[in-house]
């Protein structure tokens, strides 16, 4: 009898650990596939960035130190050399500098009224949003691994499997401000 009792909670311990590791396994995908998702858009957004350099550079002449930024940006992005936490940086330093561009351009008239530019930017538009919604999905599947790798009882096979949280795609400080398009636009 009492081997039987010793069976039987060793069996409930194995099959909570068995359940805890699973989990946070399923989570680490979930994690693993979302941070895919966002890279396949990254990508697509990466393969824009060529095409509206080439457009904009024909019009902005005093602007090539923002351009020659976002080459190297997209170079360094595309790399594979650098860590995640370095990846989400960069991403958010292209977002703002195209975010600069595309500002820009309203001080050239001819640009703006460009067909090339403006679907260009209408390709641009819509991809940003797909890259929203992908970070959205990514931040959510690392909230859930996150909780998973610190809460009690998972942290401790967490630990025991060296899981350690990752990090959100977030909106740097700088960029939650608000613009003042009179600053980007102040003549030299």
């Known amino acids: 009898m009492p081997i039987l009792i010793i069976l039987s909670i060793a069996l409930v311990i194995g099959l909570i650990i068995t359940s805890l590791y699973n989990g946070l396994i399923r989570k680490k995908n979930q994690v693993d596939n979302a941070f895919s998702s966002v890279d396949v858009m990254l990508k697509k957004r990466h393969d824009l960035l060529p095409n509206l350099v080439s457009i904009v550079q024909n019009y902005m002449n005093y602007e090539k130190n923002l351009l020659t930024d976002v ?37 050239y008239p001819d640009l703006k009224a460009n067909q090339n530019f ?33 809460m009690f009882p998972s942290n401790i096979v967490a630990n025991m499997m060296n899981y350690k949280t990752k990090i959100f795609f977030e909106t740097p400080v700088i960029e939650r401000e608000n613009i003042n398009a009179k600053d980007l636009f102040k003549q030299q």
């Open 71 to 107: 080459t190297e940006l997209r170079a360094k992005a595309n790399s594979g050399q650098i860590s995640d936490h370095e990846r989400i940086d960069v991403e958010n330093k292209i977002t703002k500098a195209v975010g600069n561009i595309m500002l820009t351009a309203e001080s």
């Open 118 to 150: 403006m679907q260009l930017q209408a390709s641009w538009n819509e991809q940003e949003e797909q890259i929203s919604a992908a970070r959205r999905s990514y931040n959510a599947a690392v909230n859930d691994y996150n909780n998973a790798v610190m």
